[in-house]
């Protein structure tokens, strides 16, 4: 009888995930949202052919797959039942290099591309298996876009600390050298960022520096609540070269829900050059973690201060800060609520929350011009929706 109720369970679970998988398709099919762009300054044609990557919160009913709004109205994505939505940047990759992306984690991070070939890096899965000394082995493929060959090969260094997990910061090509930051943590307050360099000709370790370390535990032990992390301030989604990396060793408070920032130290890593120095970042002028990332030798971060949002910029060759931004709008912002930056094809995309909408501001990243700012809300009055913005693009094939 045993047997029986087993198959009978089995059977109503991949019913009843059937019938879920296709409700939720339905449901899916119902919802046409669209928004509507109202102009407050600058030129429209710079939202005719924009293309909003992003998340959908339906009266609180958050929906986590990505959605694409092209000229307004949300664009239809078809996918098999074993497939999984994802961002159009690696749909792109995966269109275009199929085969080289077969069987990769889509997770930027380990992704480098120009205009002649892209790179993966796939980092140990099983390293809090692995003992001081043992061999990390980082496993690297090159396509060549010319030819569409591929060449592949191994990594290896010394795991010199016990570690947990190993997250990717950024890989680059500078010259000859392959280049990435790997941050190693043990998950009880210990961190170590090290800078590898790969000579591309003989395809061997010449360098394996650590740049940054933190050591909790003394905190911890006298400071229940106090925690610390080395962070990268990086566009989660550019996968281009960088001269410059900006990271920050934070000490934050844990007994509050916002893991409030105690205190900050900010350095500078040149990837040319491979020298660390420290990065004076005025508190006046500090912004939420998720408002901070470098781009084309600039640091930049945005701070709503006093209703306005305040953009400072840095040049990190010439160290010298820039004229800051303020953007005007004719609406209260509301502190935070779904504040977004991000730069594509050398213009800063803003996107920050009122009661009246979503503001959008788009400003030549050159001349520091707004070139557009208006306000993004449902079509239909009937509708209310938000859309948490995560990914720009001019145009969509």
């Not at 879920?20 to 102009?39: C, D, G, L, P, R």
């Not at 508190?283 to 709503?304: G, N, P, T, W």
Request: glycine share 4%.
């Amino acid at each position: 009888m045993k047997k029986y109720w087993s198959l009978i369970i089995i059977v109503t679970v991949i019913v009843a995930t059937l019938a879920t998988h296709y409700i939720q398709m339905a449901s899916a099919s119902n919802n046409e949202y669209q928004v509507t762009f109202e102009k407050i300054t600058g030129d429209e044609r710079y939202v005719n052919n924009l293309v909003i990557e992003g998340n959908i919160d339906n009266d609180g009913n958050y929906q986590y797959t990505p959605v694409v709004f092209s000229n307004g109205k949300m664009k239809a994505q078809s996918y098999s039942f074993y497939e999984r939505p994802i961002s159009l940047m690696y749909k792109r990759m995966i269109d275009e290099h199929k085969s080289f992306m077969r069987g990769k984690t889509l997770d930027a991070d380990r992704f480098y591309e120009d205009e002649e070939q892209l790179v993966y890096v796939s980092v140990p899965d099983n390293i809090w298996e692995l003992a001081v000394g043992d061999d990390l082995i980082y496993e690297v493929d090159i396509l060549n876009k010319a030819d569409d060959s591929v060449q592949s090969f191994t990594v290896k260094s010394k795991l010199e600390a016990a570690a947990n997990w190993i997250r990717l910061e950024h890989i680059d090509i500078i010259g000859n050298e392959l280049k990435f930051v790997a941050n190693l943590s043990n998950g009880n307050g210990n961190e170590k960022a090290y800078l590898t360099t790969v000579d591309m000709k003989s395809q061997q370790v010449t360098s394996n520096t650590m740049i940054e370390m933190i050591y909790s535990e003394e905190a911890i032990q006298s400071k229940e609540s106090i925690r610390m992390s080395i962070n990268f301030y990086g566009d989660y989604n550019n996968i281009t070269s960088e001269k410059y990396l900006v990271y920050g060793i934070s000490e934050y408070d844990t007994r509050s829900d916002q893991m409030n920032i105690l205190s900050q130290q900010f350095k500078v890593l040149d990837l040319e050059t491979n020298e660390v120095e420290p990065f004076d970042l005025p508190k006046e002028i500090l912004a939420d973690e998720r408002r901070m990332f470098v781009r084309d030798h600039q640091f930049i971060c945005a701070s709503i201060i006093d209703g306005q949002i305040i953009v400072n910029r840095y040049n990190l060759g010439q160290k010298q800060w820039l004229e800051p931004l303020t953007l005007d709008a004719p609406y209260e912002i509301l502190p935070l609520a779904l504040f977004n930056m991000q730069m594509t094809n050398d213009k800063l995309y803003i996107t920050a929350q009122a009661a009246e909408g979503q503001l959008l501001f788009i400003i030549d990243s050159e001349s520091a011009a707004t070139l557009y700012s208006g306000l993004i809300k449902p079509a239909s009055g009937s509708q209310k929706f938000t859309l948490a913005m995560d990914r720009f693009y001019e145009e969509l094939d």
